[in-house]
T-cell receptor
């Protein structure tokens, strides 16, 4: 049981490049989330999904897109990376309302 | 918008002392409140989850209380150890989708 895994762990992009971050969970959780963590700002929700095929915007969705084609996977895409997207990205998953969220180890992204 | 505040941002205590970490939130209509631990460069690990109908939760040396009416939660760590050094994050969830609003954390150093 691997829990929540994230790929890649580190990435450096140039401004304007695109990339996709992959989150996978093996706990059969319905809900999945993408957060970013920045110094002095704390963790902020980017997008989330309440089930396969669904997505919804969080607190800071601009510049990101997501997809949940399979229940176990939640993808976060950056179409045209900007330096303001330099951050640590965390994925999390949970059962529906009332349960704890389980976090992945994070992806450290630097945009030059 | 739900605001979650954790004060102080950082603190140091000698080994063996009890730790008291405070969390306050502006909207008392929460579904639950969670305390997480984050080690440097790592993801978040859930410590305790308190449902809105509960007043406290305990796990080993950890005890978390919840006072919804005053918008406060306190995490107590008894007999602190150097291994307790980490950042502790408080998060509250909303009804309906389990979205979390995070505080910025209490960075704790336990001095041997």
């Amino acid at each position: 049981n691997a829990g929540v895994t994230q790929t890649p762990k580190f990435r450096v992009l140039k401004t304007g490049q695109s990339m996709t971050l992959l989150c996978a969970q093996d706990m059969n959780h319905e809900y999945m989330y993408w957060y970013r963590q920045d110094p002095g700002m704390g963790l902020r929700l980017i997008h989330y999904s309440v089930g396969e095929g669904t997505t919804a915007k969080g607190e800071v969705p601009d510049g990101y897109n997501v997809s949940r084609l399979k229940k176990q996977n939640f993808l976060l895409g950056l179409e045209s990376a900007a330096p303001s997207q330099t951050s640590v990205y965390f994925c999390a998953s949970s059962y529906p309302v009332g349960d704890t969220q389980y976090f992945g180890p994070g992806t450290r992204l630097t945009v030059l | 918008k739900q605001e979650v505040t954790q004060i102080p941002a950082a603190l140091s205590v000698p080994e063996g002392e009890n730790l008291v970490l405070n969390c306050s939130f502006t909207d008392s209509a929460i579904y639950n409140l969670q305390w997480f631990r984050q080690d440097p460069g790592k993801g978040l690990t859930s410590l305790l989850l308190i449902q809105s109908s509960q007043r406290e939760q305990t796990s080993g040396r950890l005890n978390a209380s919840l006072d919804k009416s005053s918008g406060r939660s306190t995490l107590y760590i008894a007999a602190s150890q150097p291994g307790d050094s980490a950042t502790y994050l408080c998060a509250v969830s909303y009804y309906g989708n389990n979205r979390l609003a995070f505080g910025k954390g209490n960075q704790v150093v336990v001095i041997p």
